[in-house]
């Protein structure tokens, strides 16, 4: 190539993004093809993206950011999700799973809830969703209850390092949800209480807010933000004993 063409080129490809708006085009921009060449996590969103649900690539993002943080700094142990639905944010918990430790899942499936589902799951439907992105998951570190979290049972002594809470939204069943985890939390680790100020649910935030106010032990890491969700995600830490 001649050194004259070499010289357009530049000015060229800078004439073309400035009348495109490139800059302020790709900051706002949530398209997947508009992020460069993908990393691991957004294979793994397009894999679940198939999944019904509203567990977004943020939320995908973040919660593989903190996972991955939490086994660097060396802690340990299984994780928890109240509130499955199919399996999108179940599946990506299933990948972030270190050797030795165990998902617990717990959620109504095909029961009647105070919130109405077009198509109710099952727990061979949550499986399959699984098996989307750990097919090499042995079925035994998968733990499923068929039941509302309030009959839930627990070993008193059952720790977990990461909780996600995604269950029933009235005041009274949040808070239920999250007195419920703070108990089994690790020292350190972290509770994800979903749909945060979301207009629809105002009894969550009620709920999240009173749960903070009366327990000291728990900080707020996180209160975010996400992509075409009206509610945010809130990631309350357990302070180290």
């Not at 943080?69 to 299933?94: F, K, M, N, P």
């Not at 108990?183 to 979301?198: A, E, K, Q």
Request: charged share 30%; with cysteine.
């Amino acid at each position: 190539m001649s050194k004259a063409i070499k010289a357009l080129v530049p000015r060229r490809l800078k004439k073309w993004l400035k009348g495109r708006g490139h800059a302020g085009y790709l900051r706002e921009s949530t398209r997947f093809r508009d992020i460069g060449s993908p990393g691991p996590m957004i294979e793994i969103f397009e894999t679940i993206k198939p999944i019904p649900g509203w567990f977004n690539v943020d939320d995908c993002s973040h919660f593989s950011l903190l996972l991955a943080q939490q086994s660097l700094l060396g802690l340990e142990g299984d994780l928890l999700e109240i509130g499955s639905y199919h399996g999108r944010s179940t599946a990506l918990l299933a990948a972030c799973l270190e050797d030795g430790e165990r998902l617990v899942v717990c959620d109504a499936f095909e029961s009647e809830t105070e919130d109405s589902y077009a198509e109710r799951p099952s727990p061979e439907t949550l499986l399959r969703n699984i098996r989307r992105v750990a097919p090499a998951l042995d079925a035994d570190r998968v733990e499923i209850h068929e039941c509302f979290s309030n009959d839930l049972r627990l070993d008193p002594e059952r720790r977990f390092r990461f909780i996600h809470i995604d269950g029933g939204h009235s005041r009274e069943q949040a808070l239920f949800d999250l007195e419920l985890c703070s108990r089994h939390v690790l020292s350190g680790g972290t509770i994800v209480m979903d749909d945060y100020h979301h207009p629809a649910w105002p009894g969550v935030t009620q709920a999240t807010d009173e749960f903070l106010a009366a327990n000291d032990r728990f900080v707020v890491l996180a209160d975010l933000n996400r992509h075409g969700a009206l509610g945010r995600k809130i990631y309350l830490t357990r302070i180290p004993d």
